[in-house]
């Protein structure tokens, strides 16, 4: 599958559990939203991914891509040491300049 260089980037800092990687994927005024909590700007995208880390321990597997102009909906496999795993979701992100604007998981 041939994903945009920044989901792609980003789908590898995730499996490496590099979340200052996974922070520079998005703009310094991003903002995503996962299970009904906002996250805004690189800090605190860095902040969650890391804990979230820490706790799950979470990989990517894609599984599809479409786009619509700057919209990228991706829809992976997400596997790790949370109830329910592994579980499919889909990661809906705005592009904009090479980098995420915003990013929504849902489920």
């Known amino acids: 599958m041939n994903l945009p260089k920044v989901i792609a980037d980003l789908v590898a800092a995730q499996d490496?559990?590099?979340?200052?990687?996974?922070a520079k994927c998005f703009s310094e005024?991003?903002?995503v939203v996962?299970?009904?909590?906002?996250?805004?700007?690189?800090?605190?995208?860095r902040q969650w991914t890391a804990e979230a880390n820490e706790k799950y321990r979470t990989a990517m597997k894609p599984i599809s891509l479409s786009?619509?102009?700057p919209t990228s909906v991706l829809t992976a496999e997400i596997s790790g040491?949370?109830?329910?795993?592994?579980?499919?979701?889909d990661f809906h992100f705005e592009l904009k300049d090479g980098l995420i604007h915003s990013l929504r998981i849902i489920n």
Do not use: H, M, Q
């Open 16 to 22: 490496n559990y590099d979340s200052a990687a996974y």
């Open 81 to 89: 040491s949370f109830p329910g795993s592994p579980a499919v979701l």
């Open 29 to 31: 005024t991003a903002v």
């Open 67 to 69: 786009e619509n102009g």
């Open 34 to 45: 996962d299970e009904g909590k906002a996250y805004s700007g690189r800090n605190e995208i």
